[in-house]
């Protein structure tokens, strides 16, 4: 499960995207064949846009994106590893 949403975040980065606002709530599980599917795409921005956080959920963003108000690739790094987390402690 781990690997697909990285894998998804891959695809993201490699599209210059960026998701922000990962966590478990935005995976979907699909019974049919076993996979994952990341979800929520209108929080996706092109990378590094500098924008602030409105309404966002900060339990799953990195400290620079509260800090700062920006998100990067880092952060969905970030809160690819708080959502892993939060499955395997669930």
Known sequence: MASEIAKGCNYLESMGRTHRDLSA???IF????LSVRISD???YRDK???DYFNGMPIR???????ID???????DVYSFSTTFWEILTY
């Not at 799953?60 to 509260?66: A, F, G, V, Y």
């Open 25 to 27: 709530r935005n995976i």
């Open 60 to 66: 799953w963003m990195s400290p620079e994106s509260i």
């Open 41 to 43: 795409s209108g929080s």
């Open 48 to 50: 590094y846009r500098a």
């Open 30 to 33: 699909i019974a049919k064949n």
């Open 69 to 75: 108000g920006r998100f990067s690739t880092k952060s």
